[in-house]
């Protein structure tokens, strides 16, 4: 006996199943090894842009003569120097008022602005303005801290902010203003 199906579709059915299966395996065999290749790649280029100098700066040597005068000139220049090229980011920048400089150095205000002028005067550093704020880059000339081709962008991207609570403090030891709303 001949077992027929209703429709007279069963056999198609069945095959476009089991070619649909097929498809459904290959294609998500294809997309696992496009991933493979993908997380690779994005391994790869992770790689290729993290510094195995992590902690270390690019720094040339023909500015290691100016930097030993100022340090008999104005010691504080070379501190400042020194605190600049410890705290910026990838791209030479921080973001940091004077205050709160010569507070973590150690030294007073006037020594900070003296400092921070000497360094200006021998353009090992520039200080632009972003409002009331100072933003520190250093040269790229003479110091550098990432790989050679975020040079361009040594001014302003992804800038470090430092911050003190000396300077900031008034602005959290006040009560909250309730608002009270109307009654309409």
């Known amino acids: 006996m001949v077992n027929y199906d209703i429709n007279g579709y069963g056999f198609l059915t069945k095959c476009y199943e089991e070619y649909q299966t097929e498809k459904y395996k290959k294609q998500t065999e294809e997309n696992e ?3 493979e290749e993908t997380e690779k790649d994005e ?7 993290e510094s195995i100098f992590n902690r270390w700066v690019q720094l040339n040597l023909e500015v290691i003569p100016v930097l030993i005068r100022l340090s008999i000139k ?3 220049a070379i501190a400042i120097f020194f605190f600049i090229l410890d705290e910026m980011n990838n791209y030479n920048a921080l973001i940091c008022s004077k205050k709160l400089m010569g507070e ?12 921070i002028s000497a360094l200006k005067e021998h353009n090992i550093v520039y200080v632009y303005k972003s409002g ?12 550098w801290k990432s790989r050679s081709e975020n040079v361009k962008y040594c001014e ?5 902010v430092i911050i003190g609570w000396n300077e900031n403090s008034r602005k959290y ?7 009270k709303q109307d009654k309409t």
């Open 43 to 49: 391994k790869q280029l992770k790689k290729r842009n």
């Open 173 to 179: 030891n006040k009560k909250p203003i309730i608002v």
């Open 33 to 35: 090894k496009q991933d």
């Open 104 to 115: 973590i150095i150690g030294i007073s205000l006037a020594s900070v602005t003296n400092g």
């Open 74 to 76: 104005c010691p504080s």
């Open 132 to 143: 009331t704020t100072n933003v520190y880059t250093l040269n790229p000339i003479t110091s």
């Open 156 to 160: 302003f991207p992804n800038s470090k």
